[in-house]
């Protein structure tokens, strides 16, 4: 139960601690190219093509880190 509350409490302080910073806020986007190969098949190579987007945020915890 003590490490629970002393976790709870670090938990807390390193938030108040974030919430001083503006956290920066973004996009990303890219291409997945996946190249299968299978010794079974006599198409021995299959290209897969994807594409990604998201966003991210990064948040600085401390100068130290």
């Known amino acids: 139960m003590k490490k629970l509350s002393l976790l709870l409490v670090a938990g807390c302080f390193t938030l108040a601690a974030a919430a001083q910073q503006k956290p920066v806020f ?20 299959d290209t897969k093509l994807g594409f990604h987007l998201g966003g991210l945020a990064h948040f600085h915890v401390s100068p130290k880190i």
């Open 26 to 45: 973004g996009i990303k986007a890219g291409i997945n190219v996946a190249g299968l190969h299978n010794d079974n098949i006599d198409d021995a190579y």
